[in-house]
């Protein structure tokens, strides 16, 4: 079956600091991985995702995540987080259907990052 | 083009009662997927919803239903509500057509169980 760990639930940094958010997922076949974020009291939000093509990938606010197939990691990186940056954030890995994508997404357990201004 | 949009947003409910959601994905979607969050378990597929026709569902009881009707839009409902089903409840749309669609979600729907 498959799942995604994320390996850091609770991560406090202070502005400025450089991020990374590591994630792996289990699944041998095609995926496509997101990270969401959810601000405290919003609804989730796309951060950036990656399809196929360059595993770098960068996303809104800054964020970039890079695709290891060999390592099956998609781990988030940020080089200078600011306060507004509290959040939780989720990797999540969707499977295909034929050539599709279905909507099924299967997350991570979610790290909550908190920034000290 | 609006968002993924669920009603209603906050609502109580005594056990063994049952509750009805409704999602309307964003226009043209054809896919819609529901979700269970809670602090404990996380995000939790439930099902998904295409043309009509549940094409995945998740691990939770036979409770927990849905419905998506001819213009895409969707309904989720759970029976005998338990306690534990105090959760928001998050709908997602994508269009599903080729490989690299985005999923986006609503505001989620807010189930208190009492």
């Known amino acids: 079956a498959q799942s995604v760990s994320q390996h850091n639930h609770h991560v406090i940094l202070s502005e400025a600091a450089s991020l990374e958010l590591g994630c792996n997922y289990s699944y041998g076949g095609t995926v496509n991985l997101f990270w969401y974020v959810q601000y405290p009291g919003q609804h989730l939000q796309l951060l950036l995702k990656?399809?196929?093509?360059?595993?770098l990938v960068k996303g809104i606010k800054g964020f970039e995540a890079e695709f290891i197939k060999s390592k099956f990691s998609f781990n988030l990186r940020k080089p200078s987080v600011q306060w507004s940056d509290t959040a939780e954030y989720f990797c999540a890995v969707n499977s295909l259907y034929g050539s599709s994508n279905t909507g099924k997404l299967i997350f991570g357990q979610g790290t909550t990052l908190q920034v000290k201004p | 083009k609006a968002g993924v949009t669920q009603t209603p947003r906050y609502l109580i409910k005594t056990r063994g009662q049952q509750v009805t959601l409704s999602c309307s994905p964003i226009?043209?979607?054809?896919?819609v997927s529901w979700y269970q969050q809670t602090p404990g378990q996380g995000l939790q597929f439930l099902f998904e919803?295409?043309?009509?026709?549940?094409?995945n569902k998740g691990n939770f009881p036979g409770r927990f239903s849905g419905r998506q009707f001819s213009n895409s839009r969707s309904e989720m409902n759970v029976s005998t509500l338990e306690l534990g089903d105090s959760a928001l409840y998050l709908c997602a749309s994508s269009s599903r057509t080729g490989s690299g669609n985005t999923i986006y979600f609503g505001e989620g729907s807010w189930l208190t169980v009492v």
């Open positions: 226009s043209g979607h054809r896919s």
């Open positions: 990656y399809f196929s093509g360059d595993p």
């Open positions: 919803y295409f043309s009509e026709t549940q094409r």
